[in-house]
């Protein structure tokens, strides 16, 4: 216990070091503490525990229910078809190109190939978004950006409980396809539900007193409790957590909705800031943990990496803008230059590590796919995270010229 604490207070004090020195240097946050973290591990700092149940149960829940609060419903509702096109039809198209370049290209098994495929395929869009706060950059692509990293870390989840099921399946036991379909849908559509009910209930209970320290604390219950639940009964607790927080962000009053006051303007803030500091402390844990976790794991070829990388942008790519085109002559038309911020903000994290670690390692290819799943999430983070700034700068994307909210 002494260590685990020594080296949370530790690691939270790189951070605030790493968060200084990056803003000063107009570096991506997320870029700063994986590099720091790689430093450590030159140094010869311990490791700590990056595993499955760390980032999955304590790191995602803070993520995620974050990230919901800040989504208003009024915009979202404007987007939700391309919103959920892309993170269904895009995650599924991602895992196809992936999967089908490593059976291909790389000789992969092609169960193998299915699973790192699916589990790559969700976007993790910190370092994106943490930039779009500092610039001031708002509006509609912030929310597409935002809104479907949040529903496509869910649809990946599930797919990847399904697509591991199958290739851990028996020839005498073959999934079919009724059964995936329902299994999809109940998953999906419990999670949802159990996240809904928790989010109304937690409204209610708020709604019973005036303390901002006891209605903190609700919010809390909402966001693991959602999480645990759905997971215990075997349903997504991605999804039950990102509908928790949307139905506290909206239908309780923390977005500053004048016609619902369960939440008070002081426990507003209150509450908003807290699970900020969540957030971050959650990021600064996971990002720096892989920056020290990246050297001794990292045992793949680096052609097979190349390729690897070059696979997940290519799938990014036609999960991207053959989605926005389905879209080009309706009110939902998707800018090109906001669609290239879209693939190159694709950017991979803490679920799809998540993920990969939570592979028994009896699993065909178990080291490479870990491995990989490294290499993708890292180099997205630093390649992908540190040009992301000039690229918004070359799209003229700037604090002023914010798109707007609506469709």
Not at 56 to 73: D, H, K, N, T, Y
Not at 115 to 128: H, K, N, W, Y
Not at 295 to 323: E, H, K, N, Q, W
Request: charged share 10%.
């Amino acid at each position: 216990m002494d260590t685990v604490l020594t080296h949370t207070i530790g690691f939270l004090g790189v951070a605030v070091i790493v968060a200084i020195i990056a803003r000063r240097m107009r570096l991506p946050y997320t870029v700063g503490l994986v590099l720091a973290g790689q430093g450590l591990a030159v140094l010869g700092f311990e490791t700590g525990a990056l595993t499955h149940d760390f980032i999955f149960q304590v790191m995602l829940p803070p993520l995620l229910f974050e990230a919901a609060l800040s989504i208003r419903w009024r915009e979202l509702r404007h987007d939700m078809l391309p919103v959920v096109v892309l993170s269904t039809l895009g995650v599924v198209i991602t895992a196809v190109v992936v999967a089908a370049g490593m059976v291909k290209f790389l000789a992969w098994p092609a169960a193998s190939a299915v699973v790192f495929g699916v589990l790559i395929a969700a976007t993790d869009p910190i370092a994106v978004l943490a930039m779009f706060k500092d610039t001031g950059i708002k509006g509609r692509l912030r929310l597409l950006v935002e809104s479907e990293s949040l529903f496509n870390d869910g649809v990946a989840a599930v797919l990847f409980a399904l697509a591991l099921t199958w290739a851990q399946a028996t020839s005498s036991s073959q999934l079919g396809m009724v059964t995936v379909a329902s299994t999809l849908a109940v998953m999906t559509g419990g999670g949802i539900l159990v996240g809904v009910i928790c989010g109304a209930a937690a409204v209610v209970l708020a709604g019973r007193t005036s303390d901002h320290l006891v209605q903190a604390a609700v919010t809390a219950v909402a966001a693991y409790g959602s999480f645990l639940l759905a997971e215990n009964f075997h349903l997504s607790g991605v999804l039950a957590t990102v509908s928790a927080g949307l139905i506290m962000g909206n239908m309780g009053g923390l977005r500053e909705d004048k016609n619902r006051n369960v939440f008070s303007a002081g426990t507003r803030s209150f509450v908003i800031g807290l699970w900020e500091f969540c957030a971050f402390l959650a990021n600064s844990l996971i990002f720096l943990l892989i920056g020290l976790s990246l050297a001794p794991l990292i045992r793949v070829d680096a052609t097979a990496m190349v390729f690897a990388i070059g696979f997940v942008l290519a799938g990014r790519a036609l999960s991207v803008y053959p989605v926005c085109l389905l879209f080009s002559s309706s009110k939902w038309a998707i800018p090109l230059r906001e669609q290239h911020v879209l693939w190159w903000g694709g950017l991979r994290g803490a679920l799809a590590l998540a993920l990969a670690l939570s592979l028994p390692p009896s699993f065909p290819l178990h080291n490479d796919i870990l491995a990989t799943a490294f290499g993708v999430v890292v180099f997205s983070v630093i390649v992908q995270g540190v040009t992301m700034p000039w690229l918004m700068r070359k799209l003229e994307f700037n604090n002023k010229s914010s798109p707007d909210s609506s469709p």
